[in-house]
């Protein structure tokens, strides 16, 4: 059975995962770089529970975070989507957008092209009121994305889910 495509861009199809998709994103959490904004690289059963994760609230709410196909060479690059986020905070529980891309396919616009058009998405489909994104502070290149799809800074506050004192903790939090 095919996967159920979402949305689709010039250049992208955002749409179910499948089972191929799932090495190639525990190849890239294991990646220093791809995870440098995280608190660690995840092995492949953090990777294959964070699948679940992301397979259970699409199944839940009817929305995620979608994997990205390029459509010239067919190969999955990662994830842009929607995830309810719940951790202990002043905005939160909240729809957060959120992307992760292979290394090979960054600088390229799939993130912000991916993230426009979930945006556009909610917008005629889902219609979910605030939508949120956060990342570690020293994480640029992710907040600049933010920016780009129009996002609006509203401060910083500290990661609960990150030790205190960890350079991570500190992140940015901007709103749709």
Known sequence: MEPR????TPRLLLRDWILSDHQVFIDMNKDERVMEFFPSV??????????????????????????VQRKDDGRFIGFTGFYLTCFESHFTPCVEIGWRYSVDDWGQGFATEAALACLDYNKKILKIKDIYSFTAVLNK??????QKIGMQYQGTFDHPDIAEGHPLRPHVLYRY
């Open 5 to 8: 495509i979402y949305i689709e």
């Open 42 to 67: 995840l092995n492949d059963e953090e990777t294959l529970a964070s699948i679940g994760r992301i397979a259970t609230q699409m199944d839940d709410l009817g929305y995620g975070l979608y994997a």
């Open 141 to 146: 290149r992710s907040e600049r994305v933010m």
